[in-house]
């Protein structure tokens, strides 16, 4: 990307240096550390690489329904719109996840991993505006990824059914709840990011345990016979589970000699309340780890 | 006017170990403090407490009376730090990096656009357009020292201002920090001995997390112990006629056809009988100490705890 010239600055005689008269408001302080920060993330195409990556494989997706659409390929979730949305919208949690583990996972290593945090954490700046401005320039990017990923649906989904087919108001729903999965999603992000000193350790994390370790874990204890409320992965299933027309919250499955086990889907009210659990705990952690870190090395 | 004060502070990194112990002194108005010691003494940790980019284990570090822990903000306002080797975003241009700083600190559009072209004259910055992670350390220094002067802050806390400058740059920031010491308080650390004499009025000198000497750079000069002393003689001299001093400086090194290095006991009474003798074998052109008093000074509390006493 080319940047645009940075502004010629007059030429004058020695002036006397300009006093800061006053130290502006901490939503101020917040709007530029945001800013600066958006503007870090697409500086180093992070941005736009993960961007160009949802992008592309969405787009493979709709090619995919074309070819469907065309007789060349058979397509099973395209027996209904409700079967395609909740079909496509399963693999939203995973896309949030990498965003969050992108954006998130070192936004507050850097500082005391790099020299980066000594340019930075010696401005009259609370550290809680810092953290809240840097969250919230992820959530803006990471959120800003799961806009692209509902458009492609949206596009697939017109295409196949028709435009008077979309079930706008579960469609709604479901985009909520991303919201809320990103917040969440995010927040555990910038947790990791508050303990580890490694940047690329905070990314790696959020990724192995938002992914791999509590859908492992889940799998497990729901074969035990216990419901897996604890897990955010879990709470991630509401933004599918709300656009199926044949939800259930809870089945009994046959798997045969006479056994069965228990399997559970979170509702969009039981979803909402473990992504706001969260959503809680995640940030208040990340905000009183950071503030309580020192600057060692 | 601004103030660093730091009131019984200790810092221990591992339980029963001060990198810095107990340590106190208050500065306030103008002028510039050097804070030196070997590596290790404790310097950063200090300037790291001020800035509460460290906790203190006991006491407290304040700023413009400001605990930097409790109200940041405050503490912070009207300071500009350098520490350890500050980076700004590699990837950030020069402009924006220091535009964050000003915006920070409160300024508007126009002050932002006049400090940052005061900064680029005075200090001489790379272009702004560059990104940071393009500059040289002393490009990157400098543009560091720029953002910590942004909106003229009433105290700066400067470790190693200096560092990765090439010998011109570090002229050009000595007459820039000769030049802000007049109106602003300045706690500078720094390794190299020339650019703490050439800038600073007082020294705090801290070795083992201790504070061995705080006074004024006359006091300190006055209480050096001069071990050798250079001598110039005005015509050419053989090493044989300065026999006559060997009672009083055991060892005469020669350096040049005319100058001589006589080491002595650091007594003041034989450094008066070493000029009276040295005058009697010929007419000198100089007599100085053959190191400086403030290097003297470092190397006496380095290797012995302290410098004379008063």
């Known amino acids: 990307m080319q940047d645009a010239p940075a502004p010629v600055l007059p030429r004058v005689a020695t002036v006397p240096p300009v006093v800061a008269p006053k130290l502006p408001s901490s939503f101020s302080q917040w709007i530029v550390i945001a800013r600066g920060q958006i503007r870090h993330y697409i500086r180093t195409y992070r941005f736009f690489g993960l961007l160009l990556f949802v992008g592309v494989v969405s787009a493979a997706w709709l090619i995919l329904l074309v070819a469907s659409g065309q007789g060349l390929v058979r397509l099973s979730f395209l027996n209904s719109i409700s079967e395609f949305l909740t079909d496509y919208a399963q693999t939203l949690p995973l896309w949030i996840i990498l965003a969050a583990g992108f954006f998130g996972g070192d936004a507050l290593s850097v500082d005391f991993h790099s020299g980066t945090g000594y340019y930075t954490l010696v401005m009259p700046v609370n550290r809680s505006v810092l953290v809240a401005g840097r969250y919230a320039s992820a959530l803006f990017v990471t959120l800003a990824i799961v806009v692209v990923y509902d458009l492609f649906g949206l596009l697939g989904a017109t295409y196949a059914f028709g435009p008077g087919a979309i079930p706008w108001d579960p469609l709604a729903l479901s985009l909520g709840l991303s919201v809320l999965f990103a917040f969440a999603a995010v927040s555990v992000a910038f947790c990791f990011s508050a303990l580890f000193e490694t940047p690329a350790t905070g990314v790696l994390t959020t990724i192995l345990v938002l992914f791999v370790a509590l859908t492992t874990l889940q799998g497990v204890v729901e074969l035990a016979g216990f419901e897996p409320w604890w897990s955010l992965y879990y709470a991630g299933g509401a933004i599918a589970n709300v656009l199926d027309w044949q939800f259930v919250a809870q089945q009994t499955i046959p798997v045969g000699g006479g056994q069965f086990i228990q399997s559970w889907s979170a509702t969009a009210q039981e979803g909402a309340a473990i992504m706001t659990g969260y959503l809680v705990f995640f940030f208040t952690t990340s905000i009183v780890l950071y503030q309580r870190k020192e600057s060692k090395g | ?310």
């Open chain 2, 1 to 310: 006017m601004g103030s660093i004060e730091v009131s019984h502070l200790t810092k221990c990194y591992s339980p029963g170990v001060p990198v810095v112990h107990d340590i106190s002194f208050r500065e306030e108005g103008s002028g510039a403090i050097g804070y030196l010691g070997p590596n290790g003494a404790g310097k950063s940790t200090t300037l790291k407490l001020l800035l509460g980019l460290l906790m203190p284990t006991s006491g407290e570090a304040r700023l413009n009376d400001f605990d930097p822990v409790r109200d940041r903000r405050n503490a912070l306002a009207r300071v500009g730090a350098i520490i350890e080797s500050p980076e700004p975003y590699p990837s950030e241009r020069v402009f924006d990096a220091l535009e964050r700083v000003g915006q920070l600190r409160g300024l508007d559009r126009n002050g932002i656009d006049d400090e940052i072209d005061r900064c680029h004259r005075e200090l001489h910055l790379p272009p702004l357009e560059w990104r940071c992670g393009w500059l040289s350390k002393g490009e990157r220094q400098r543009v560091v020292l720029a953002a910590a002067c942004l909106g003229d802050p009433e105290v700066l806390l400067l470790d190693e201002p200096t560092n990765g400058m090439d010998p011109a740059e570090r002229v050009e920031v000595r007459g820039f920090l000769k030049r802000m010491k007049r109106d602003h308080l300045i706690l500078m650390s720094s390794h190299l001995i020339t650019d703490v004499s050439a800038i600073c009025d007082r020294l705090i000198f801290i070795d083992k997390g201790e504070i061995r000497l705080h006074a004024s750079a006359e006091e300190v000069a006055a209480r050096v112990r001069v071990r050798a002393v250079d001598v110039e003689f005005a015509r050419p001299i053989a090493t044989e006629a300065l026999e006559p001093l060997q009672p009083w400086a055991p060892k005469v090194t020669r350096l040049a056809e005319r100058r001589f290095r006589l080491r002595f006991d650091g007594n003041e009474e034989t450094l008066t009988r070493l000029l009276v003798e040295c005058q009697r074998i010929g007419p000198l052109s100089s007599f100085t100490p053959a190191v400086p008093a403030l290097e003297a000074a470092y190397r006496d509390i380095v290797t012995e705890g302290s410098v004379r006493p008063e």
